[in-house]
Every structure is written in C-alpha cells, then in structure tokens.
C-alpha cells in the first residue's frame, strides 16, 4: 500500500516545521578571549628590522619593557619572576620561564609566546606590558606579528 502523496507532502512538511527552532541555536561557547590569529605577513612590502622596529618598543619607558625585564633595572620582576631577559636579540631568544623555546617560533608568530604575551587574551598570565595599558598599538603589534612571520631575523 502507498502513501497518498498529499499525505508524505504533509508529513514531509512537519518533518521541516520541527527542525526549524534547531536553525536558530546558536553554539555556547562564550564570549571570544582571544583575536583570530593568521601567521602570514600583514605587510609583505615592509621588512621589519629588530634593531629599528622591535628593540626600541622593549626600551621605551612608557608603554616599554624594560624596567621589568632589564636585569639591571631596579626592581626587574618580568626577569626575576617571568625568566626573560629583553635587553638583546640573543637574550630574548633564550626566552622565558614559561615559554622557553617558544618564546619566538620563526615564520610562526601564532606559536610565538612574545606576540601572544602582548595580545589581549595572554595564553598565561597577564596581557604585556603588565603595567598596561597603555598596550602595543595596533601597528606595533603588527611590526611583531611580521617581525616574527618574516623569520624573527637579527636584523
Ligand atoms: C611592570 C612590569 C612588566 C612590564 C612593564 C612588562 N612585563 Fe613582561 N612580565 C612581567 C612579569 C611579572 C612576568 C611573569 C608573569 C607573567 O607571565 O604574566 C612577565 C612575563 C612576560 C613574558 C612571559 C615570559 C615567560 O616565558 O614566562 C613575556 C613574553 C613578556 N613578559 C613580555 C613583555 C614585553 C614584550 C613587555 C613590553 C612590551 C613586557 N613584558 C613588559 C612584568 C612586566
């Protein structure tokens, strides 16, 4: 025995009607802690220079780096309780107490603790430089970003 047609047109019709309300369910995920990260160069045209572009952002009294992570600064608690050292290439590469090796992941900046340390969302303790804001600006977040996607040279 076959089904009227109007009848699987009705039943096909109910079938529908229940699915709908699930179209609308959004996933609970809660609210986004961290920004999309894409490790390609935002700025292929402009090669960023660690000597030119990087250091002087770690140097600079406000906004800096370096009365926390200078060993020689007074009270240098990013060195005496974070592990890391800011004050050459070679220092900073070395990394920190938690991040070690991945401190800077050449050509990865998603990977790289230093661009995600500075990043609102951290992956570990606080968004940098602690006593922030003010934060990196967008601009100069980005000359990290593609100072690390570039190969994190010492140039
Ligand atoms: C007021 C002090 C202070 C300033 C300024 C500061 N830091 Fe830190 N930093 C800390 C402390 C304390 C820690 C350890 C706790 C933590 O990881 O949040 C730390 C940890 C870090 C780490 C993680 C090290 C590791 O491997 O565990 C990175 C990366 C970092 N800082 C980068 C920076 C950068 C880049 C700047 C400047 C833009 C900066 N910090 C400015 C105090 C500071």
New binding site residues.
């Given amino acids: 025995m076959t089904t009227p047609a109007h009848l699987r047109a009705a039943l096909l019709l109910g079938a529908l009607v229940a699915l709908l309300p699930a179209c609308d369910l959004e996933p609970d995920v809660g609210p986004a802690t961290q920004a999309r990260c894409i490790n390609g160069d935002t700025d292929p045209g402009h090669d960023v220079s660690y000597a030119r572009d990087i250091e002087p952002?770690?140097e600079r009294t406000l906004g800096?780096?370096a009365?926390?992570?200078d060993p020689r600064a007074a009270n240098p608690?990013?060195f005496t309780?974070?592990?890391?050292d800011?004050t050459s290439y070679d220092a900073l590469l070395a990394?920190?107490?938690?991040?070690g090796a991945d401190?800077v992941v050449a050509g990865a900046p998603c990977a790289s603790?230093?661009y995600l340390?500075?990043s609102a969302g951290p992956p570990?303790?606080?968004r940098?430089?602690?006593?922030g804001p003010p934060f990196?600006l967008p601009d100069e977040l980005d000359l990290v970003h593609d100072w690390i996607a570039e190969g994190a040279r010492n140039n």
């Fill in positions: 952002m770690f800096g780096c009365k926390c992570h608690v990013g309780l974070g592990g890391l800011l990394g920190g107490a938690r991040s401190i603790v230093l340390k500075v570990f303790g606080e940098m430089p602690r006593d990196l």
